[in-house]
């Protein structure tokens, strides 16, 4: 390889271009270039570097090993560069700039619309991204500067991560009209849900983790029959009748006055999650980001 100095770094833009599109056309159209210009341009940065980046096949571009690299190390540069325009930005503009949001599925599509409604009010200018991944997955996107302000289920304990609970949201049992835990009167015992069909989220998940460890301390095992990591998925089944499940109250308000859901009073039924934003320990934050942190409630 070559002095890695003499990497173009428009060449590096053009290769992460094609590589999010898998396409040397619609690249090119996007760039503002002609396709065989940037073609070009790739095969530079491929002879600069001394790597095939891509294979050529009849569905398009695909990445090679060394290309997936190539582009994981893309991602960074340019979500550097990025902050590094909008922090310019901001100083020009005051408050106009981005804002760049990591959140777990059940806050970005139960909680974070309301967030944004209110801080768009004051701040309609700011360009807004949500990306919606696991709470591991939010926490690794704000190492690499991809997202500025992280929402999720549990609490990071990297160092480089200054982090706050926010809420506490109750979990509670939920099951379709027609199930039998909705037929009983009054409370129903705990023990009532051993043994008893259970949609549940998949081992990964934050949540799982909370409500096995309380289930195992009262002796209490439903049957596991369905495990989803979407928890879209897992309310259309519980709609379905396919069975329980023990969800973030917030997520199921909607079914539950639609009548499509109901919440199972439990006897001592004493579960609920916390919620936690986070972000990196420093640098400052920018303004853009302060102004939507500074929504939250601190615990």
């Not at 199921?252 to 859901?261: D, Y």
Request: proline share 7%; with cysteine.
């Amino acid at each position: 390889m070559q002095d890695p100095h003499q990497i173009n770094l428009n060449h590096l833009r053009y290769f992460y271009e094609v590589a999010r599109s898998g396409n040397m056309r619609r690249a090119a159209t996007r760039i503002g270039i002609s396709q065989p210009a940037l073609s070009k341009q790739v095969q530079a940065l491929e002879d600069t570097i001394g790597l095939q980046l891509f294979y050529r096949t009849p569905k398009g571009l695909q990445p090679t090993a060394d290309g997936e690299v190539a582009f994981n190390y893309c991602e960074r540069i340019f979500g550097h560069l990025r902050d590094l325009e909008a922090a310019l930005d901001l100083r020009r503009k005051g408050s106009a700039g981005r804002l760049a949001i990591g959140a777990v599925h059940s806050i970005s599509t139960h909680l974070l619309p309301g967030y944004l409604r209110n801080y768009r009010k004051d701040y309609p200018k700011v360009r807004i991204k949500v990306v919606t991944v696991r709470s591991r997955g939010v926490l690794k996107a704000l190492s690499e500067h991809r997202v500025d302000v992280g929402l999720i289920a549990e609490e990071p304990s990297a160092p480089e991560f200054s982090w706050r609970p926010f809420m506490k949201t109750p979990l509670v049992v939920v099951a379709s009209p027609r199930h039998s835990l909705t037929q009983e009167r009054g409370p129903v015992k705990l023990d009532r849900l051993h043994r008893e069909d259970m949609v549940a989220f998949d081992a990964p998940a934050p949540t799982r983790r909370v409500t096995d460890r309380y289930l195992a301390k009262t002796g209490v095992e439903p049957r596991i029959i369905a495990e989803c990591p979407s928890i879209d998925t897992m309310i259309g089944l519980v709609e379905e009748d396919i069975g329980f499940s023990i969800l973030p109250r917030h997520c199921v308000e909607r079914e539950v006055t639609s009548g499509k859901l109901v919440v199972v009073p439990i006897e001592d039924w004493k579960l609920e999650r916390t919620l936690y934003l986070a972000h990196l320990a420093g640098p400052p934050l920018a303004p853009t980001v302060r102004h939507f942190v500074d929504l939250f409630p601190t615990l």
